[in-house]
């Protein structure tokens, strides 16, 4: 699996993902600015992925940082990384974790202070990785034997520290043998699909089909497929899900066809905080992402144009929520909060 991100001496190190699959390149960040630029303009993208960086960005930061302008610098760098996008809440968990840490140190000197940091960013990526392998093994439980999955955006190794939630699922369910089939939705109008999720598939030898977003209905109506997995960017108290655009249009194909639709994070995407999906903000991307691809202009100049990034999925849709610490059903607002808690 690719290494998404991580330290490498005195800098934060991701693969542009923007620039997938023709290239792997790998940006080099040496100052937390960078960092938060690459989760802008989605260099790196994914909940997880965001909130590693976010963290591993907070430690670079304060590392520049002299010893009197280590507590309000500290709320600079935290707040300049905290507004890069709005809708993943494991950005915002892991910021939180690492203000904890640092009022923690305060007092111990300041060389303390910048090791503790980077040592707690080391640690959310280090337990990412291990919640997405767990996940991904009580995902693969829930699978049919010959399992045809659906899966929508990515949700993979790229999203996260590494082995990723959905794609998880499905690695766990290859490693078992139970893995007949995966389709991947194109995911428009980013592509994370058929750029992300496809070439990751690939690479790990997992049989994989691509299908455009407006064939997933098709796919379940002619039985060709027995479950949907996906990740997502925030789940509320209530267990609706916020997840890539297009999420809620499968999940209400998946029920009107009788297919499971399972919802594979960690449990730093679940907001006990926010009461229900009308809660969450929406992230509205820049237009070029749906008039223009590979820089060429596809639609009229000056057309009207809305670019949302997220849809909700209401949890009347969600047959489980999968996360590292267990399995979550209907009702939500119990099981949730029984894990998360």
Request: net charge negative; with cysteine.
């Amino acid at each position: 699996m690719v290494d998404t991100v991580k330290w490498e001496g005195d800098a934060v190190v991701m693969i542009d993902q923007r620039l997938l699959p023709g290239e792997e390149v790998y940006l080099t960040c040496r100052d937390h600015g960078e960092v938060a630029r690459a989760i802008k303009d989605m260099a790196i993208r994914g909940a997880p992925a965001i909130g590693v960086a976010a963290a591993m960005g907070i430690a670079l930061g304060v590392r520049r940082l002299p010893e009197a302008e280590l507590e309000a610098g500290f709320e600079r760098v935290a707040a300049e990384l905290s507004a890069t996008r709005p809708t993943a809440v494991n950005l915002f968990w892991a910021v939180e974790r690492m203000r904890r840490r640092f009022r923690e140190l305060l007092g111990s000197g300041p060389e303390a202070v910048r090791e503790g940091l980077l040592e707690e960013a080391r640690s959310i990526h280090a337990e990412d990785v291990a919640a997405c392998r767990r996940l991904g093994d009580l995902g693969a439980e829930l699978l049919p034997e010959r399992a045809r999955v659906l899966t929508h955006c990515n949700a993979g190794a790229l999203a996260t520290a590494g082995y990723g939630t959905a794609l998880g699922v499905i690695r766990s369910a290859a490693r078992d043998g139970k893995l007949e089939a995966v389709f991947a939705d194109e995911t428009r109008p980013y592509l994370q699909g058929a750029r992300l999720t496809a070439w990751e598939l690939m690479s790990d030898g997992i049989p994989t089909t691509l299908i455009t977003d407006s064939m997933a209905g098709h796919m379940m109506a002619t039985a060709q497929v027995n479950a949907v997995v996906v990740g997502a960017d925030r789940i509320a108290a209530n267990g609706d899900v916020a997840n890539k655009i297009g999420t809620y249009s499968v999940a209400v194909l998946a029920h009107e066809n009788g297919v499971p639709f399972y919802v594979a994070a960690p449990v730093s995407t679940i907001d006990l905080g926010t009461a229900t999906g009308a809660d969450i903000p929406i992230e509205e991307r820049p237009e070029e992402e749906v008039t223009h691809h590979a820089g060429r202009r596809l639609a009229p100049a000056r057309v009207a144009v809305r670019n949302p990034a997220f849809d909700v999925t209401p949890n009347r849709y969600v047959t489980a929520i999968v996360c590292e610490r267990g399995v979550a059903r209907p009702p939500y607002a119990e099981s949730l909060r029984g894990l998360a808690g």
